[in-house]
Nanobody
Framework: QVKLVESGGGSVQAGGSLKLSCDASGYIFSSCGMGWYRQAPGKERELVSRVSRYGTATYADSVKGRFTAYQDNRLKMYLQMNSLKTEDTAVYYC???????????????WGQGTQVTVAS
């Protein structure tokens, strides 16, 4: 069973930075890509960034130029968040798509989430 664990959340002043990490464990044959999502109170979960299996990252307009998502390897992922704003306050989740074998489909796995709070 694949497990994802996020870390690095916390409280920061507006304009500050945080770096989130996501560690995967379990048997993984190959990666099909990963993403970072967030959910603010009273709002739906939204995509923050998506990284393809080739390492190409795309971002929501609200975080472009401020956030950077990347992978060290298929087991370690990061979200560097700079110039944080109060509206970035949310629970952040990593999600990774993995295959358990060459003939198996990509399945999505989710972390438990980490709270990011940006104070004015």
């Amino acid at each position: 069973q694949v497990k994802l664990v996020e870390s690095g959340g916390g409280s920061v002043q507006a304009g500050g930075s945080l770096k989130l990490s996501c560690d995967a464990s379990g048997y993984i044959f190959s990666s099909c890509g990963m993403g970072w999502y967030r959910q603010a109170p009273g709002k739906e979960r939204e995509l923050v960034s998506r990284v393809s299996r080739y390492g190409t990252a795309t971002y929501a307009d609200s975080v472009k130029g401020r956030f950077t998502a990347y992978q060290d390897n298929r087991l370690k992922m990061y979200l560097q968040m700079n110039s944080l704003k109060t509206e970035d306050t949310a629970v952040y989740y990593c999600a990774a798509d993995y295959k358990g074998g060459p003939a198996l489909p990509c399945l999505t796995y989710w972390g438990q989430g980490t709270q990011v709070t940006v104070a004015s």
